[in-house]
């Protein structure tokens, strides 16, 4: 098991470093870019929701999911419970819509890789993921259809979380993530010059910008669950992330360089001067990450079918760090709701796989907080996933695929519309390493 877990780490962590970056938004212009995480792909099948907690599948969205037997529930002949591991990637197709055209981009990332080892009442969890990414490609032109500047960015925050849960009494459990936040965000800025007879200047001005972040936060977790009759349970979750800071160390400097005159693309830079950013108290800056609080409830027959629901309020408002500001946008509070679930026909049949293979769908609704031009921006998606059965029946291990369509952002104001798929791929895998020897 092992080794085989290895080698799926080493494939898919290949695969995203080939990738390069995990977005081609061009909404990751702003602050520090577009939001990644957004749970397991079983969460994401779902709509995004995070309430159903079981004993075979991570759960990062709440670390309550780490805790005891009561939850979780006696495994393997009633001796352990299972550990956990986790790891997934996804491609998206995205088509940018504007008032002007369309265009078509393609990525792909590593979406996560954690694991969850049960210690009696108790559970740990940790893991690696990307927060968030930046990777754009933007140009801006004025009422005669000339281009004034064009700006790229690439980059993003990345997270490790180690986390504990505790089972405090059989329907309630508590749990806690530490999360470390690493990464850096490059933003550049191309001033195109143009000679008296209209062609492009050999020689042009580039700004650029780097910022190195790092910080600490938590995030709280709570589940409570009970038998509402013999057949079906009520789950309730909560978590609460309260807002932090981090480090922002930035670099800015401008250099003259030379372009192809066709593609505007860097040929060769000629000198650079750096810029004082101590002088204007820009160096080191500290940036705000805001407050969330999420609370959801569902109810299904274990084992067998769930529904639930799950509301996300964030304080988005407070987001600030002057290195990231701009003229045209501002924050607001920003707000999210889920709905979804899942189907298994019959998770302990003894012929016909797909009996056991989970069925899952969900929607949600958001908006992000960012407000560009008097325009809020908005999200919608849609998302189905599978949950197919892998390996040794008892472990419950699955290989578990989901889609995504979306929409994010309007062609209001001249801005840019994305319509978008997300093909989720993830290995939920059980294995037992506390097993008691029997003798006869």
């Given amino acids: 098991m092992i080794k085989r877990f290895i080698v799926i780490c080493i494939t898919i962590i290949g695969s995203a470093a080939f990738a390069q970056q995990g977005t081609s938004s061009p909404y990751s212009f702003y602050g520090i870019g577009s939001l990644k995480f957004k749970g397991t792909v079983e969460n994401q099948s779902m709509g995004g929701i995070g309430v159903y907690l079981d004993s075979i599948h991570f759960n990062l969205k709440n670390p309550a999911s780490y805790a005891g037997n009561a939850l979780n529930g006696p495994y393997f002949n009633g001796e352990s419970r299972p550990v956990k591991f986790t790891v997934a990637g996804t491609m998206t197709n995205t088509t940018l819509k504007s008032n002007s055209g369309d265009a078509k981009a393609n990525t792909a990332i590593f979406d996560y890789l954690a694991v969850s080892v049960p210690i009696g009442k108790f559970g740990v969890g940790f893991g690696l993921l990307p927060y968030t990414s930046v990777g754009y490609r933007l140009d801006d032109i004025n009422d005669d259809s000339v281009l004034q500047n ?31 936040n690493f990464g850096n965000i490059q933003n550049n800025a191309l001033d195109v010059e143009y000679a008296d007879d209209g062609d ?62 066709t593609t ?7 000198s650079t001067i750096d810029a004082d950013l101590e002088a204007q108290n820009l160096k080191n800056t500290k940036l705000i990450l805001p407050a969330t609080l999420s609370f959801g409830v569902g109810i299904g027959d274990p084992k067998s079918w769930f529904i639930g629901t799950e509301y996300t309020y964030q304080s988005t408002s407070d987001f600030s760090n002057p290195v990231f500001s701009n003229d045209i946008s501002t924050y607001e509070n920003s707000s999210k709701i889920a ?15 797909y009996k056991r293979v989970v069925y899952r769908a969900g929607l949600n609704f958001a908006n992000t907080g960012l407000v560009i031009k008097d325009e809020s921006i908005k999200e919608f998606g849609i998302s189905f996933g599978l949950g197919l059965p892998v390996g040794r029946r008892s472990f419950f291990s699955n290989a578990n695929l989901g889609l995504e369509f979306g929409k994010r952002g309007t062609t209001n104001q001249n801005l840019i519309q994305e319509n978008f798929i997300n093909f989720n791929l993830s290995l939920s895998l059980n294995s037992r390493w506390f097993e008691q020897k029997k003798y006869k």
Wanted: no cysteine; net charge negative; aromatic share 14%.
């Fill in 150 to 180: 064009r700006f790229s960015g690439e980059g993003g925050l990345n997270r490790v979380f180690a986390g504990m849960g505790y089972q405090v009494t059989e329907k309630l459990s508590v749990g806690v993530d530490f999360n470390y």
């Fill in 200 to 261: 492009v200047v050999q020689y042009q001005t580039v700004e650029y910008n780097r910022s190195d972040l790092s910080g600490l936060n938590l995030n709280f977790g709570l589940n409570y669950k009970t038998m509402v009759t013999d057949k079906l349970e009520l789950s309730a979750t909560a978590t609460y992330a309260p807002g932090s800071k981090l480090n922002s160390d930035n670099v800015r400097s401008y250099s003259a360089v030379t372009v192809d005159a």
């Fill in 264 to 270: 505007l693309e860097t040929t060769a830079t000629s």
């Fill in 339 to 353: 709905i979804g679930g899942f189907y298994i026909p019959d998770y302990n049949a003894f012929s016909g796989y």
